[in-house]
């Protein structure tokens, strides 16, 4: 192409200067969430029955431990799993709906959505097993502390896997391998009253303590990771 036919048609489709640009984007004024807005924004995003059937979980529980009477506990640490289950099943939505992409357009960033809707629901269920705890430590006659490590011991544990599977499964696998992982931990539980494992007794305490404190650090390196993986894919 020639200079003189490459002048002109610079100057045929050349944009017109601007009229009046800086007037006009006073008008708008880009809407600044705080943190607050945002945190219930995302809470209006959790689905519905999520937290109807923790409720629901959480009052089936009480009702066994209130009617059994007895100092087993091994029923209520056996459907916690499926607590954690929700939350794990409620944060990775968007990679089972294959819209994870979608939201990495989002003018918030897909890793502070992650965590806020962790967060949410960790709360959420840390509230409903601080009402439980003591509860069933009451009715059970099993100590606070000993009741807490039972109930934290599987909902960390289903957390940690569910997590990790559902970094490498999307769609329906994730959901599938992510309830495998929490129908296994219920079976753990279960097995025990089947068997006569006799898990829970006192004298296996140290056990669970180092057991819940694994499942912590292995829950904490999960989201971490999950973490560095949504940053990766924001900057990508």
């Not at 689905?47 to 923790?54: A, D, F, I, M």
């Not at 409620?90 to 992409?101: F, I, P, T, V």
């Not at 059970?140 to 997590?163: D, E």
């Not at 129908?183 to 303590?209: E, N």
Request: aromatic share 12%.
């Amino acid at each position: 192409m020639n200079k003189r036919l490459k002048y002109e048609l610079q100057t045929i489709y050349n944009a017109p200067p601007t009229v009046r640009k800086t007037a006009f984007l006073k008008k708008y004024h880009r809407r600044e969430l705080s943190r607050k807005d945002f945190i219930l924004c995302q809470i209006g995003y959790i689905r519905w029955w999520v937290w109807g059937v923790s409720v629901l979980l959480f009052g089936i529980i009480l009702w066994f431990s209130a009617r059994q009477q007895t100092q087993d506990i091994w029923l209520s640490a056996s459907l916690i799993p499926l607590l954690a289950l929700l939350a794990v099943v409620e944060n990775g939505k968007s990679r089972q709906h294959r819209m994870d992409e979608l939201e990495l357009a989002c003018r918030i960033s897909l890793r502070s959505v992650a965590l806020a809707r962790i967060s949410i629901l960790g709360v959420f269920h840390l509230l409903l097993l601080g009402v439980m705890i003591p509860a069933l430590a009451a009715w059970g006659g099993v100590g606070f502390f000993q009741t807490g490590v039972y109930l934290l011991t599987p909902y960390l544990l289903t957390s940690a896997i569910g997590m990790e599977l559902s970094r490498h499964f999307r769609g329906n696998d994730g959901l599938l391998a992510c309830s495998a992982a929490s129908v296994i931990v219920c079976t753990l539980g279960l097995s025990d009253h089947r068997f006569g494992l006799g898990l829970y007794r006192a004298d296996f305490l140290h056990i669970w303590s180092a057991a819940l404190l694994l499942a912590f650090l292995v829950c904490a390196y999960e989201l971490a990771k999950m973490m560095k993986e949504v940053e990766g894919l924001q900057w990508s």
